[in-house]
């Protein structure tokens, strides 16, 4: 590697490791854009990787996502628990203030210096986004952020990156999704630790809860037991019993006692294959990327793959 991108990324990592903001800031747009000073950094950031409890939450457009994340800060924060959001728009390459924004108190938030939230746009990441938004997620490690919210619109295959990689995820439903609630049982489902029935306001939303957890019923072993909670996140109804159940899902997935890395899969494969492989536009190899990240034989097969198609590099 170039000496000077080496030194450039040194300087940056130890500013982030120091808690500057704007070196964050700086670093989640380097790792975000994956140049050759972006990988860099994202090397460096590895070591940080696991180091946070990270909460994914996923569901349908339009399910509420953000209000609760915006409705789970409050809770948070009235405990005193720091925490950074990743929102990932698969959509269009809006700001965090527009993601999050006028629908929520997000703007108030970014106010709070103990709130840090940032958007990251999923388009040209077709094959990548996992590498983009989990060295994004490092990153934020590295400066210290120990509760991470991962939002990702379940439209197919971000919601399964975003289990991969999350302690707890939470997959997000409202009453009158129709077509939408039964994706969300053939395939979301799945990767839920907890099952949200959002906009409680409104009507339906008992039968829409009912609806999922007759089908719990139907499942065995661990999958039988994930919770089904009813929250506003308008009214705020029902968050005070969700934020207690993320705890317990936490608490059941840490690994030994308090302050040891917790029970993430393995940055090695689970997480940071996919940074060793390009960026492709390519439908087909970016399933087989995706899939990469869950299977590590196909994943070193993959790495020692591209190792050797690679030029040799006169450093
Ligand atoms: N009545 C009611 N409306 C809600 C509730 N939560 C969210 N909404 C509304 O639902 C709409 C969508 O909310 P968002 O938080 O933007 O939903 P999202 O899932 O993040 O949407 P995308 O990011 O576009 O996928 C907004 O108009 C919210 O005000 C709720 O608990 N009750
Ligand atoms: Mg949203």
Known sequence: ?????????????????????????????????????????????????????????????????????????????????????????PVSPRTGGAVLGDRTRMGERSLDDDVFIRSVSARGHLGGLCAAARGMVAAMEAAGWDLIV??????????????????????????????????IKAGILEIGNILVVNKCDRPGAGETARDLSAMLKLRQGEAARV?????????????????AEIDTRLAATRRGPPGTVPARPSPDFGGYVCAGLPDTEDPALAALFRRAASDPELAQRLLELAGSQKKPSGR
């Open 227 to 243: 919770p089904v909670v009813q929250v506003s996140a308008t009214t705020g109804e029902g968050i005070g019993t969700l934020a």
């Open 1 to 89: 590697m170039d000496d000077g991108i080496a030194r450039r990324a040194d300087r940056i990592a130890e500013a982030v490791r120091r808690g500057e903001p704007a070196a964050l800031g700086r670093a989640l747009s380097l790792v975000e854009g994956g140049g050759a000073l972006g990988n860099a950094l994202s090397a460096r950031f590895r070591d940080s990787a696991g180091s946070a409890r990270l909460v994914g939450v996923t569901g349908p457009p339009g399910s509420g996502k953000s209000t609760l994340v915006d409705a789970l800060i409050g809770e948070w924060r009235s405990r005193e628990k720091r925490v950074a959001v990743l929102a990932v728009d």
């Open 150 to 183: 991962l939002e990702t619109v379940g439209a197919g295959q971000s919601e399964t990156e975003v289990a991969e990689i999350a302690d707890c995820t939470l997959v997000v439903s409202a009453p009158g999704l129709g077509d939408e609630l039964q994706a």
